[in-house]
């Protein structure tokens, strides 16, 4: 049995917010004024500093990259004691990702960043070969390279790392429907969820991202924190159907769900 | 055996980055220059006409809430034929999440929004508790929620939810350790990823939202369509552990896990 005002008293913030609601503090229909919308602070002054202690994660975001490519591992590496997750681009300022849907943040520009620990590349559509062909972008992600602890990549973000040469002669993977790729970049396409050679590690598409941050957090501390973070975004994965990778899946299926993305991309 | 070069030549998007890329365009090392960043230009000016035959999908942001509980949804659920996802908030512009690490941005104002088809609200830290006794807010979901096809919540936004007084007598649930909130607003706790009371589907903690948005697209589509949309996703996941839930956890690691939260959200 879960006691969550036994939660509240040893201070934790769920269960603050729960003993918040517990002693009446909200009631339906109750009036009040929310704050001014907070500004934006970003807190990272101790972002560059190797010796703040901190693990410094940096998700690249482009224009045109997959929302939940990133906020997947975010949502699971910002519990890792210490880490310091930080969304960068090539200019700073609202990303717009691959549907023109949703827009992100990213609070740095690459120079700004000089050097991280864990390094994340998401995926994304067409803006995907964009990135795949900035210059810049790819310099940056070597020098990152260089002296990361660790080097990742979620769906076809594997093939911005590709092109910048990371992979050569290495196991990886990718999206499901890019995998024939990764051969162009002298990688070894190789099946799994996440794909861990030397360094570097690889995760299938989009929500595979979350799968391969629990493996990471493991490796940045141990079994039991991740654990813990697994229970922290409540990860007991039930889908209504198993239909996930195209092995469960027949041609007319694997057809269709390339149309949604297309289609979703053009509204 | 997956044929991305027939995919391809369909003209799907993922294809034809997958034909670009194997045409040679990309190469490690090639030089190029990004385009300027794309200017975020909502594409939403049908998004309040019935007519229009977009399937009107609001996600409810506010300072403090919990980027995966909108994300993953949004990622699904952009994929329901005719769907348009907006972000909403009391105020537009940039949202910071509840680790103050990363910020989405809102597209529209609450009272820019006349009606919506799905009305989803996710969790969130002590901003979640600003939100639940904001009376905008709360009159706002009231309104919406007379001409909804579905209500929806994940995480913790189903004591928003609560708080607006809409889950008085129904089963429902939420994040794991704010169960016995629940009953404050009337509500009964019942288990499960996601809970449907008549028009009304609360989810449980962050990534429950995934599986709830699946169930979701088949009620507004069929199973076809949100199988496809899993696959779109490559959602067949795979933890490294198996501690997603309080009940598959001791009582130390679900401390850690609330730590962790309370941790991510100091730093």
Known sequence: MIDERGEGRRGV??????????????????????????????????????????????VLLYQGVTALDAIGPYEVLCRVPGARVSM??????????????VALIAERSLREVRGVDVLLVPGGGPGMVTASRDAETLDWIRRMHRTTTWTTSVCTGSLILGA???LRGLPATTYWASRGQLATFGAVYTPGRFVEAGKIITAAGVSAGIDMALHLTSRLTNDR???????????????????????KADAELRA????????????
Not at 30 to 44: N, Y
Not at 256 to 267: C, G, V
């Open 13 to 58: 913030l769920k269960g603050a917010v729960v003993a918040a609601v517990g002693a009446g503090l909200l009631a339906a229909g109750s009036s009040g004024t929310a704050g001014a919308a907070e500004e934006w602070k970003p807190r990272a002054a101790d972002h560059d500093d190797p010796a703040s202690g901190r693990v410094r994660v940096a």
């Open 88 to 101: 960068v681009a090539r200019r700073a300022g609202r990303i717009l990702t691959d549907t023109g849907q």
């Open 164 to 166: 910048a040469g990371l």
């Open 225 to 247: 924190v991740a654990q813990a973070a697994q229970l922290a975004v409540e990860y007991d994965p039930d889908p209504p159907y198993d239909t996930g990778s195209p092995e």
């Open 256 to 267: 269709l769900a390339l149309k949604l993305i297309e289609d979703s991309a053009a509204r």
